[in-house]
Nanobody
Framework: QVHLAESGGGLVQTGGSLRLSCAAS????????MAWFRQAPGKEREFVAG????????LYADSVKGRFTITRDNDRNTVYLQMNSLKPEDTALYYC?????????????????WGQGTQVTVSS
C-alpha cells in the first residue's frame, strides 16, 4: 500500500525558509513523478513543483520559480521542497502527490497518490 507522509510545515515570518519532506513507501517510485501541491482556504488545490524521480527533471509554478526547489533522495525514498523567501500568499496546506508517468504534470486529477498534508503559515 502506497503511503506518502509529509512533514516540515510550520509558522514562519515573511522572508523566512522551510523545508518540507515527503517520505514515500509501499512501492518503487523510480517510474513516478512526485509533486507538491498546496491549497489555501477557499481556493482550489494548485500545483507547486514536480520532479521526475529517475531523470530528475523538474517543473515549477511561476509563482514559486526562483524561490522553491524540489529534490529527491533515492536512498531515503524522500522528496523535499526547499522554500525560501516565503510570502504570506504561500500560506496553505501543502500536499505531496505521486503518479506513474515520465513527464511532470501540474493537474491534480492526474495524480493517483496523496499524502495528508502539512500546514505552512507565513506571517506578515
Amino acid at each position: 500500500q502506497v503511503h506518502l507522509a509529509e512533514s516540515g510545515g510550520g509558522l514562519v515570518q515573511t522572508g523566512g525558509s522551510l523545508r518540507l519532506s515527503c517520505a514515500a513507501s509501499g512501492r518503487t517510485f523510480s517510474q513516478h513523478v512526485m509533486a507538491w501541491f498546496r491549497q489555501a482556504p477557499g481556493k482550489e488545490r494548485e500545483f507547486v513543483a514536480g520532479i521526475v524521480w529517475t531523470a530528475g527533471n523538474t517543473l515549477y509554478a511561476d509563482s514559486v520559480k526562483g524561490r522553491f526547489t524540489i529534490t529527491r533522495d533515492n536512498d531515503r525514498n524522500t522528496v523535499y521542497l526547499q522554500m525560501n523567501s516565503l510570502k504570506p500568499e504561500d500560506t496553505a496546506l501543502y500536499y505531496c502527490a505521486a503518479v506513474k508517468r515520465s513527464i511532470a504534470t501540474e493537474f491534480p486529477k492526474e495524480y493517483d497518490y496523496w499524502g495528508q498534508g502539512t500546514q505552512v503559515t507565513v506571517s506578515s
